[in-house]
């Protein structure tokens, strides 16, 4: 449970940290609440040989409103996201999930921008990101650019970030006006994480549904989204829903491991997307 031997670097600023990776090599990594990285140098599995703490870097924290999408800084913590007023007021399914995740102890430590690289298919805010179509700013040596959410996630824990770029931002479009969420996390303890999760934003439209998007935690290597259902949902009656959730499983591949076997989690899948359809129609 002791880390192999690292060199321990704390970047000023974003510019310093992309510095700092261009100056040592693949083997470097980014520190920044370090809730998924130490456990798993402790284990060995990730033997970085220079560790540099962004953590420090100011301006990275911020969530505001900006060109009609809301911004959050890299650093925000889970903490952050769950007690933003602007959160809660224009996108509640991002601060609600983040409520969510582990202990108060994990959301006070644990960053969005972790989350995110981290890449792990069980993670909440993976797939809220998903189904909100959030989109990456990220800063390398060529500079900075855009990546959507939708292609960031490669494989399990493998995101299209380049080991030495930084993640700086997280933009998120201001979901309509009017529309519905709701996230469901089956776990068994309060602080688990999920065995299988369903993220839903439904914009209404006469009557019935325009709209849905729903994204799928622990379903598969990557956080994914139930295009079957979106697609059945599209200008359907309300009436489409509890038929639409029995496709949620459709094209996922998720794990068996000590919580759940594959079939359990297919089910929940189904049974998580037509509550969380349900609970957020009623939010309409
Ligand atoms: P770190 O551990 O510091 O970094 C993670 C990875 O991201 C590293 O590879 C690092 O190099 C890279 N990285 C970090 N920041 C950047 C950046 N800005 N740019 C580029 N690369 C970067 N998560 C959930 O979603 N749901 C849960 O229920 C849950 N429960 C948890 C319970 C426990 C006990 C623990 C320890 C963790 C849990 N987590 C859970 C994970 C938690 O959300 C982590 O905080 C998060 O996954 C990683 O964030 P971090 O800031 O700690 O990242």
């Keep these: 449970m002791i880390p192999a031997a690292f060199e ?25 609440g370090g809730h998924s990285l130490l456990p ?80 792990d298919p069980a993670s909440d805010l993976c797939a809220v990101l998903r189904c909100l179509d959030a989109e990456l700013v990220v800063r390398g040596p060529g500079g900075e650019r855009r990546l959507p959410v939708a292609d960031a996630f490669r494989g399990f824990l493998e995101t299209a970030l380049d080991p030495g770029e930084v993640l700086v931002e997280v933009l998120v479009p201001m ?55 979106e697609d059945a949902l599209r200008g359907a009656p309300r009436s489409a829903v509890p038929a639409a959730a029995e496709l949620a499983a459709d094209g996922t591949e998720p794990s ?7 079939d359990f989690r297919r089910h929940l899948s189904r049974v998580l997307t037509r509550r969380a359809l349900e609970q957020a129609l009623s939010r309409c």
Excluded at 213 to 223: E, F, H, N
């Design 40 to 119: 798993l140098m402790k284990l060995r599995l990730a033997r970085p040989s220079v560790l540099v703490d962004i953590g420090r870097i100011d301006g990275l924290r911020a969530i505001e409103e900006r060109g009609g999408r809301l911004a959050i800084g890299a650093l925000a913590r889970h903490h952050d996201l769950a007690t933003s007023a602007l959160l809660r007021d224009r996108c509640p399914l991002l601060a609600h999930a983040a409520g969510l995740v582990g202990d108060p102890q994990v959301r006070h430590r644990g960053t969005l921008g972790g989350s995110v690289v981290h890449a």
């Design 175 to 229: 979901p309509a006006a009017g529309h519905g969420w709701s996230y469901q996390k089956f776990t068994r303890r309060a602080l688990d994480w999920a065995i299988v999760g369903v993220a839903a934003v439904v914009e209404p439209a006469d009557g019935g549904i325009g709209r849905a998007a729903v994204g799928l935690v622990s379903m598969g290597p990557t956080p994914l989204r139930a295009a079957a259902v």
């Design 256 to 262: 068996a491991d000590i919580h759940a076997e594959q």
């Design 8 to 32: 321990y670097r704390r970047a000023g600023s974003v510019e310093d940290a992309v510095a700092i990776l261009a100056e040592a090599g693949d083997d470097a990594k980014l520190l920044a």
